[in-house]
């Protein structure tokens, strides 16, 4: 994020889970950040301010059919993840990048 701290989003460990970490290298501590509504792994990440994320597609389960195509607006200022704009067909494993206009590819 703009102020340095580090997200990390969802993951695979048995289990696919739907939890935020927060680093602040700062103090060199770790917190809880927002559950996200879907569970997921293999999905790309972007800022959208100093306490919001857009978090993007990837995977709800290990099976062929887990692909996902929605989005989620993470805001850890106020705990909470809503739902983004849905993407026209799944994705997973996908860069994103921030144009200079503010749009997403």
């Known amino acids: 994020l ?56 990837g995977l709800s389960d290990i099976s062929d059919r887990g692909y996902l195509s929605t989005t989620e607006v993470v805001d850890l200022t106020s705990g909470v993840s809503t739902p983004g704009p849905e993407m026209s067909c799944p994705r997973s494993y996908c860069p994103a990048v921030m144009l200079h206009d503010g749009r997403v590819l």
């Open 2 to 57: 703009e102020d340095g701290r580090v997200v990390v989003v969802g993951g695979y460990n048995e289990i696919v889970s739907s939890t935020t970490e927060v680093l602040d290298p700062a103090g060199n501590t770790w917190s809880k950040g927002p559950n996200l509504a879907s569970a997921r792994f293999g999905c790309a990440a972007l800022p959208l301010s100093s306490s919001r994320m857009l978090v993007i597609g």
